[in-house]
């Protein structure tokens, strides 16, 4: 598996306005655009940072995966993104290796990325998930 870089951190809010208030006015970032996934329910915005991003996701829905989480912990930082080489190449190999994982084949990301999510409990807790972009 080669991963390539880290490709975005994702903050989980509950409001996309007041979230984009502070990295775009107090942190001066800028607001790249935002794109609703309806698959994972969920709106997202990037922010550039350098050869990365920080993604703002805001769940549509109470029973989509970003409320869920901010019901269990909050608002606040969600994941940590890789992008990597190949993500079937990388599944595999995880898998080989015994990690658990949340996603046994990649699905279309926001920005038309295939990502997948490995389970929390094989990474110490952190939720990571692989990106591959074209």
């Known amino acids: 598996m080669k991963i390539l870089k880290i490709d975005h951190l994702g903050i989980a809010v509950n409001n996309m306005n007041e979230g984009k208030s502070f990295w775009s006015d107090i942190l001066g970032l800028t607001f790249e655009g935002a794109e609703t996934v309806a698959e994972q329910k969920v709106t997202t915005a990037f ?35 890789f992008r990597v080489e190949n993500i079937e190449e990388a ?26 999510f490995l389970h929390p409990k094989a990474t110490g807790g952190v939720l990571v998930e692989l990106c591959e972009r074209s």
Do not use: C, M, N, Y
């Not at 922010?47 to 901010?70: H, N, Q, Y």
């Not at 269990?72 to 993104?81: E, L, N, P, R, S």
């Open 47 to 81: 922010f550039p940072v350098g050869e990365s991003e920080v993604e703002l996701l805001e769940s549509t829905s109470p029973d989509g995966p970003v409320a869920k989480f901010i019901e269990k912990k909050g608002t606040g930082f969600q994941h940590v993104a």
């Open 91 to 116: 599944l595999a190999e995880l898998k080989a290796k015994g990690v658990q994982l949340i996603d046994q084949a990649p699905r279309k990301g926001a920005g038309g990325a295939k990502i997948a």
